[in-house]
């Protein structure tokens, strides 16, 4: 990722192996995570490579200031233009070419190409920030050009960062030593490096940002990540003292900071918040080996210094770009081949990497004729190429319209009621807008649907099968907010799930529904034992599975306690089954040759094992509740013996947790069984819809 310069002097030729092989452990972090392999921080060889770049970068700047009196931001960036921007616009080109029949003609298809756009731009960091779900989520991973945002990051630093050095020594130029405007500089940077750090720690605190996400933004933009390209710079300005330190302490230093860098990588997961504190690891870890590698040739540096590292190094930049592209092409044209598949795919993947350098990469960085007004132009051209093939991939469809392809594209793309009605807003009940209530002539009292994106999908059926029995039908749901009094940490939901829990809770007892639906996507979050559970009263947290399951049914039945009191009769809806791992972004070529492979499939004995606990804690909530029952789909979903994506040509669910808006109509008649089952007719003198008095309509 970060760009290999040449020999910085022949007597730091040392620490420039050193360098080498400190690129040569983060591509290999990066790769063996994104190959999945058990590195489960990988992704912090990321921060690996910032804290060089921010150490190289200054470590130059300081030189030619030095030797010059002055830095030439012309041959900076001519120097960055032709060593980043050839292998970028390589990649990015050929990616968008194979995108057309490797990747899903659904969202991956135009998230390829805006984020190859970016990327050529410098902003496909920005871009990707849009995206809630984050750099881990599901449809994040169909993306081959995601790992995109850490070059424009990096970028964005490289046309910043130069500017504040040479601002710092124009206001010091009135001294004439070299060490008050190192001083004046290291000072500078320190405070910017630590305004960075403190608003890092803001944007990666608990709560959801301002776009519903956890700690994305600080993930993606660069004010949250220049603490970590300043603290290699200020290894870099204190070199004059670092030489100072004994070869014995220095060697010390080397391996402590490979044992920091490597906590970091089998310590940190994708839920860390991150990067937070969490990212002190991989930076202050690679602050320590560069601050040893400046000092002795022995202990870690010579390790660092093998020749199979320095050639990995030599690559890294290439091999970063190159490998994340074939593992999400081979995970989309062979799903179903477990992790073997991405090791392949990305030791593959350096053969178009060393191709890339030998071919691409060297000429042009090192042909002295390409500055000056050749280099804006070569920048164009590599700008301009890629630009053509990304916009090209979005506009031109090449997968056909058979009736099995529509099918299939229908039911990914068809949003529930809950989007285009407005009425997943995670606001209140009392305030969703009157488009989420379905009104009938003369009704007989509303029936109310409330939850999170479980519930969001069984809007349809339900408002249908309301609307038939003469009942309006009201809908508001929190996407990632499960309807229990409950607190799950390390997801989307955030503090607010509570509010809306217990306003929308209080707005049902006011208005006194027919009958109240709630369903809640549990499995999801109960089993896996990385998201945490906490009571609401402030009680201790838990991860284990068995734990949270009780958490919940407590939670459940906070909620549904108040409404069977009140005489409300209430419904938990039991998650259907589901298929975590799968997703309907599948290669265009196989929705093409036979979309039928593009399903999943699971035994039916599997899939409720998965529920077992969810099942029963909701079961347990509402035992012995007047008016309270629970009820269970999944024997309309599946068979008795086997679960399936699709059925008969119709594909039943849109993602691995959500049924499709085709899939959710087949239980019309299955919610007019449970309405008549439960529903209570208004009562005379009751308000005739909920929707009267809302305050937010």
């Given at each position: 990722m970060i760009e290999g310069h040449t020999p910085l002097a022949a007597a730091e030729a040392r620490r420039r192996g050193d360098i080498q092989g400190l690129r040569a452990v983060a591509?290999?972090?990066?790769?063996?995570?994104?190959?999945?392999?058990?590195?489960?921080?990988?992704?912090?060889?990321?921060?690996?490579?910032?804290?060089?770049?921010?150490?190289?970068?200054?470590?130059?700047?300081?030189?030619?200031?030095?030797?010059?009196?002055?830095?030439?931001?012309?041959?900076?960036?001519?120097?960055?233009?032709?060593?980043?921007?050839?292998?970028?616009?390589?990649?990015?080109?050929?990616?968008?070419?194979?995108?057309?029949?490797?990747?899903?003609?659904?969202?991956?298809?135009?998230?390829?190409?805006?984020?190859?756009?970016?990327?050529?731009?410098?902003?496909?960091?920005?871009?990707?920030?849009?995206?809630?779900?984050?750099?881990?989520?599901?449809?994040q991973q169909a993306n081959p050009l995601l790992h995109t945002w850490s070059l424009s990051v990096e970028e964005q630093f490289y046309l910043v960062f130069p500017a504040l050095l040479a601002v710092t020594w124009w206001c010091s130029r009135r001294t004439r030593r070299n060490a008050s405007r190192l001083i004046t500089a290291t000072t500078v940077v320190g405070i910017t490096t630590v305004a960075s750090f403190a608003y890092c720690l803001v944007r990666t605190s608990p709560g959801p940002a301002a776009d519903g996400s956890v700690g994305t933004f600080a993930f993606y933009m660069a004010p949250t990540r220049v603490w970590e390209f300043g603290a290699g710079a200020l290894v870099a300005l204190s070199l004059p003292l670092v030489r100072k330190i004994p070869a014995r302490v220095a060697m010390v230093l080397g391996g402590l900071g490979l044992v920091v860098v490597g906590a970091g990588a089998f310590e940190i997961s994708s839920t860390t918040r991150f990067p937070g504190t969490a990212a002190l690891l991989p930076v202050v870890g690679t602050c320590l080996l560069l601050a040893s590698g400046a000092v002795c040739s022995s202990g870690i540096s010579a390790v660092l210094s093998h020749r199979s590292l320095q050639w990995i190094g030599d690559l890294s930049f290439s091999w970063y770009l190159w490998h994340w592209p074939f593992i999400v092409f081979a995970a989309a044209l062979w799903p179903d081949s477990g992790t073997g598949l991405g090791v392949v795919a990305a030791v593959a993947s350096l053969v178009p990497a060393w191709l890339a350098y030998r071919f691409v990469e060297n000429p042009i960085r090192r042909d002295a004729r390409l500055g000056g007004p050749r280099a804006l132009v070569l920048a164009g051209v590599c700008v301009a190429v890629p630009v053509v093939a990304c916009a090209a991939l979005a506009k031109i469809d090449i997968v056909g319209h058979s009736p099995e392809v529509v099918g299939f594209i229908a039911a990914a793309e068809h949003k529930h009621a809950d989007g285009i009605r407005h009425c997943a807003s995670g606001l209140p009940i009392d305030r969703e807008p009157a488009t989420c209530t379905w009104h009938v002539a003369n009704n007989r009292g509303t029936i109310v649907l409330v939850g999170d994106s479980e519930a969001g999908m069984f809007g349809e059926p339900a408002a249908r099968a309301a609307n038939r029995l003469g009942y309006d039908f009201l809908l508001g749901t929190r996407h990632g907010c499960g309807f229990a009094e409950v607190l799950v940490l390390q997801t989307e939901a955030g503090p607010g799930c509570i509010d809306y829990v217990q306003r929308s809770v209080a707005y049902l007892l006011r208005t006194r529904p027919a009958l109240v639906l709630m369903a809640s996507s549990v499995p999801y979050i109960l089993n896996p034992p990385d998201v945490v559970f906490q009571s609401p009263d402030g009680g201790a947290r838990s991860n284990s599975p068995a734990a949270k399951a009780q958490i919940w049914s407590e939670g459940v039945r906070k909620a549904v306690l108040p409404l069977a009191r009140a005489g409300i009769p209430t419904v938990v809806i039991h998650t259907i089954p589901q298929f975590v791992s799968w997703s309907p972004d599948c290669a265009a070529i196989r929705v093409y040759l036979d979309v039928g492979s593009c399903g999943a499939w699971k035994p039916r004995a599997l899939s409720d094992s998965g529920r077992r606990r969810s099942r029963l804690a909701e079961d347990a909530a509402v035992r012995d509740l007047p008016k309270a029952a629970t009820v269970d789909f999944a024997d309309q979903i599946c068979s008795p013996r086997v679960c399936r994506i699709e059925r008969n040509g119709l594909w039943l669910y849109r993602d691995g947790t959500h049924l499709s808006w085709a899939g959710a109509l087949t239980l019309v008649d299955d919610f007019s069984k449970l309405i008549e089952a439960h529903g209570t007719p208004r009562l005379s003198g009751t308000p005739s819809s909920p929707g009267g008095s809302r305050t937010g309509s």
């Open positions: 591509v290999l972090l990066v790769v063996a995570f994104h190959a999945g392999l058990a590195v489960s921080g990988g992704f912090t060889g990321v921060d690996v490579f910032f804290v060089i770049s921010g150490f190289v970068i200054t470590g130059m700047l300081v030189r030619e200031h030095s030797s010059n009196g002055r830095v030439s931001f012309a041959n900076f960036y001519s120097r960055r233009a032709r060593r980043i921007l050839p292998g970028l616009a390589l990649t990015v080109t050929v990616t968008c070419v194979l995108a057309f029949m490797a990747v899903s003609p659904l969202k991956a298809k135009a998230s390829t190409a805006r984020t190859g756009l970016s990327a050529m731009f410098s902003l496909a960091n920005v871009y990707l920030l849009r995206h809630k779900t984050g750099y881990f989520g599901v449809d």
